[in-house]
Nanobody, 125 residues
Framework: QVQLVESGGGEVQAEDSLRLSCTAS????????VSWFRQVPGREREFVAA????????WYADSVKGRFSISRDRAAGAVTLQLNRLKPEDTAVYYC??????????????????WGQGTQVTVSS
């Protein structure tokens, strides 16, 4: 069992930045891919970005390419998501997920076994 803890959400203005962090309590990310998804009420959970902990390969949703960056902090045992040039449409609860997807499933929620509790990101115009 992997327990995930997200942190770093908040309320910001458009064009501001935030940094989200995901850590595994009592475990490590070895052998897993770590993803970020986001969800707004009434809509399905949407893929944002993912990284393979061991190999470092990354994937991004088209809507965040060039603005968001996912990275591994090996010293801290964390995966961070840097959110730059935020837009009001980025407002959502952001969730960290861990699993072993293949390339064709990296953007699907079903590929991830464990999820955090989510952290709210609110961007005002």
């Amino acid at each position: 069992q992997v327990q995930l803890v997200e942190s770093g959400g908040g309320e910001v203005q458009a064009e501001d930045s935030l940094r989200l962090s995901c850590t595994a309590s009592g475990s490590t990310f070895d052998g897993y891919a770590v993803s970020w998804f986001r969800q707004v009420p009434g809509r399905e959970r949407e893929f944002v970005a993912a990284v393979r902990w061991s190999g470092g390969g990354t994937w991004y949703a088209d809507s965040v390419k060039g603005r968001f960056s996912i990275s591994r902090d090996r010293a801290a045992g964390a995966v961070t998501l840097q959110l730059n040039r935020l837009k009001p449409e980025d407002t959502a609860v952001y969730y960290c997920g861990v699993g072993r997807p293949i390339a064709s499933t990296v953007a699907t929620t079903g590929a991830y076994y464990y999820w955090g509790q989510g952290t709210q990101v609110t961007v005002s115009s």
